[in-house]
């Protein structure tokens, strides 16, 4: 199935074309592919994060849908 | 407007600028919950009691100490004071009517849930990325209808420009640049703090006024 995956802030260098920037790329996943799947696919550090699935919040035990869009923000410090 | 939860979804349509009375008085019967009272909070604080927002908690267990003078509405007859109650004591000179709730306590999530009960909109404005993490992970869970105005990235000396608020959830609201880290050793100066405390204050009141998009 397809779904499309955004990362915001430093994440964006671990999208696999290392272009960065905040667009969402596509990716083509296995059915019943978590989102914790897809952090370790990407190789995301272990750090803080929020994560959304087509704007409602998800974690990583979440499964993805096809046309799913995942959005990945690590918490930047400063307040 | 009062409520967690579904009461915060069934608010009535968007009030334009012409409804300077019925936006008065929904402001003045709002409230919102301000988890931290450092730059962001303080200041945010202040421009969501002079727009008129009639209740606010106030969460914070620090007090105010010299450093902090250099972006937090604080004053150097306060450094000792708690920062609820110091901030406390400052909205009332703007505001002597305005009903406060202070919170000196640490959250996590165990209480997060119950300081901010009854809150139309939360306000995060804490410093650590963990809590950060932590309060928008517990809040989009568990009470997922109670919007939530969160901020990643307001230190140094990059333009003001690039801090923006973004709706990226249904009820998660982001404001910042997204990439300034005070972990990099960057400065936080009055100036980009007090952009980003403004974007969350009026996120929050266009939310409280029924608008969606900030």
Redesign the interface.
């Known amino acids: 199935m397809r779904i499309t995956v955004a990362l ?3 994440l964006s260098t671990f999208q696999p074309d290392g272009h960065g920037g ?1 667009g969402a790329r596509t990716f083509d996943v296995a059915a019943d592919t978590t989102v914790g799947d897809v952090i370790g696919m990407l190789a995301l550090p272990d ?4 994560l ?1 699935i087509n ?3 998800a ?1 990583d035990s979440t499964v993805l849908a096809e046309g799913d869009r995942l ?1 990945i ?7 | 407007m009062s409520g967690t939860g579904a009461d915060a979804q069934a608010c009535p349509p968007p009030l334009t600028p012409s409804d300077d009375l019925a936006m008065r008085a929904r402001l003045g019967a709002s409230h919102v919950a301000i988890v931290g009272c450092g730059g962001l909070g303080s200041n945010a604080a202040a421009m969501l009691v002079r727009s008129g927002v009639g209740k606010l908690t106030l969460v914070d267990f620090d007090t105010v100490e010299e450093d902090n003078l250099n972006r937090q509405l604080f004053f150097r007859d306060q450094i000792g004071m708690l920062k609820t109650d110091a901030l406390a004591d400052t909205l009332r000179r703007i505001e002597p009517d305005v009903d406060l709730m202070l919170v000196r306590e640490c959250l996590d999530e165990e209480n997060l849930l119950g300081v901010v009960e009854g809150a139309d909109v939360v306000i995060e404005a804490v410093d650590r990325a963990d809590v950060k993490a932590m309060i928008a992970n517990v809040l989009c869970t568990d009470a997922p209808d109670l919007p939530l105005v969160s901020t990643s990235g307001l230190a140094g000396i990059d333009s003001a420009n690039e801090i923006v608020c973004e709706r990226v959830g249904e009820n998660f609201y982001l404001v910042g640049d997204l990439h300034s880290d005070v972990r990099s050793g960057l400065p936080l100066l009055a100036s980009r703090v007090m952009v980003a405390a403004a974007h969350q204050a009026h996120a929050a009141t266009r939310i409280l006024l029924g608008y969606e998009e900030p």
């Open positions: 915001f802030a430093h905040r750090e803080p994060r929020v959304f704007g409602r919040h974690d959005a923000f690590p918490p930047i410090a400063g307040g």
